[in-house]
T-cell receptor, first 112, second 112 residues
């Protein structure tokens, strides 16, 4: 079983749609959680951190459920520029601090 | 804005040849990471440095891969001999200790 698993996708949605991505992680000792965005043939870039209380950044909302080991990302009012691969990322603590463990990514295409 | 530099951006090599990648982290970042991203997958950590010391190389195929960061600044990742399965994007990232990781543009390796 992979440490971080994401929806297989791809997601194809029209502009203005709301889309949600889900992710599960297997290591209960995971301490930090993130969503990264990766454009085609580019490097990953941090989109947002994810907190147990849930957090929002404009049209993006992230949620963490530690009990279920589940992370989600909601994008409202999708824009063409949101088209990218979204990577769910977790880090462990202790000697593994700093090591990012990535999911395989979910491809989002927003069309006119 | 300071950036992580990597070179070359693209490399084509024949199997059994040696290949090397270079990374210059953001100034002042003590922690440096090398990741490998195979097409369709998320990045996977190969090696993590804290200054000039290796902190984690558990996923580095040590029979053919080597990494060094002699002066605790820039770093080189080498593959010898290259195999077809090594074709991937090699990403370098850096951070202050326990801080956000910033990724370079990557080196896309094709082994023929």
């Amino acid at each position: 079983r992979k440490e971080v698993e994401q929806d297989p996708g791809p997601f194809n949605v029209p502009e203005g749609a709301t889309v949600a991505f889900n992710c599960t992680y297997s290591n209960s000792a995971s301490q930090s959680f993130f969503w990264y965005r990766q454009d085609c043939r580019k490097e990953p870039k941090l989109l947002m951190s994810v907190y147990s209380s849930g957090n929002e950044d404009g049209r993006f909302t992230a949620q963490l459920n530690r009990a279920s080991q589940y992370i989600s990302l909601l994008i409202r009012d999708s824009k063409l520029s949101d088209s990218a691969t979204y990577l769910c990322v977790v880090t462990a603590g202790g000697t593994s601090y700093g090591k990012l463990t990535f999911g395989q990514g979910t491809i989002l295409t927003v069309h006119p | 804005e300071a950036e992580v530099a990597q070179s070359p951006r693209y490399k084509i090599t024949e199997k059994s040849q040696a290949v090397a990648f270079w990374c210059d982290p953001i100034s002042g970042h003590a922690t440096l990471y090398w990741y490998r991203q195979i097409l369709g997958q998320g990045p996977e950590l190969l090696v993590q440095f804290q200054d000039e010391s290796v902190v984690d190389d558990s996923q580095l195929p040590k029979d053919r891969f080597s990494a060094e960061r002699l002066k605790g600044v820039d770093s080189t990742l080498k593959i010898q001999p290259a195999e077809l399965g090594d074709s991937a994007m090699y990403l370098c990232a850096s951070s202050f200790t326990r801080g956000q990781q910033y990724f370079g543009p990557g080196t896309r390796l094709t082994v023929t």
